[in-house]
């Protein structure tokens, strides 16, 4: 069993829809949360970041963490084309080691 | 803030060269450094974590002795693929992450083709 698990979707939305991205768990000391939008050919840049369970807001986005049922999630308000990308969770516990998920790709479409 | 350069963007060469890349953070020092491949439509794998200072740690499978990594100071990390063959083209990203910080902040990756 993969230590983080995402969708590889694709997944594909009209414009000004709510996406949700979400990504499962298997080890319960992961403690940190992150997640990365990364645009064709581009760099991972950090969309969110969170520490343990709870909810964050930043804009059009939020980020949940239920550590309880080890699940992330991610949620794009009012989706735009420009979101189009591969949305990648990440996750550490103590120490230098970041797990990844495989990403999901988002498509908006106009 | 937390701005993290690689160069060159994009490199070609020649099957048996070496090929030299440069990890910089710009505005921040950076402890840990982590070089990542990754191939189309694939996810981020992890080659190796360099701490300033020490010998880089390889991940299962990556030979240390290929992939050269040294991490002579807090802002800068350079990944040497000697003798490149064509199954060495892909995507090769850095990753930086301050003392003070859980976070990676990743450069915007460098492209390399072997002919």
């Known amino acids: 069993q993969k230590e983080v698990e995402q969708d590889p979707g694709p997944l594909s939305v009209p414009e000004g829809a709510i996406v949700s991205l979400n990504c499962t768990y298997s080890?319960?000391?992961?403690?940190?949360f992150m997640w990365y939008r990364q645009y064709s050919r581009k760099g991972p840049e950090l969309l969110m970041y969170t520490y343990s369970s709870g909810n964050k807001e930043d804009g059009r986005f939020t980020a949940q963490v239920d550590k309880s049922s080890k699940y992330i999630s991610l949620f794009i308000r009012d989706s735009q084309p420009s979101d189009s990308a591969t949305y990648l969770c990440a996750m550490r516990y103590t120490g230098n080691q970041f797990y990844f998920g495989t990403g999901t790709s988002l498509t908006v479409i106009p | 803030g937390a701005v993290v350069s690689q160069h060159p963007s994009w490199v070609i060469c020649k099957s048996g060269t070496s090929v030299k890349i440069e990890c910089r953070s710009l505005d921040f020092q950076a402890t840990t450094m982590f070089w990542y491949r990754q191939f189309p439509k694939q996810s981020l794998m992890l080659m190796a974590t360099?701490?300033?200072?020490?010998?880089?740690?390889?991940e299962q499978g990556v030979e240390k002795d290929k992939f050269l990594i040294n991490h002579a100071s807090l802002t800068l990390s350079t990944l040497t693929v000697t003798s490149a063959h064509p199954e060495d083209s892909s995507f090769y990203i850095c990753s930086a992450s301050p003392s003070t910080a859980t976070e990676q902040f990743f450069g915007p990756g460098t492209r390399l083709t072997v002919l």
């Open positions: 080890n319960s000391a992961f403690q940190y």
């Open positions: 360099s701490n300033e200072g020490s010998k880089a740690t390889y």
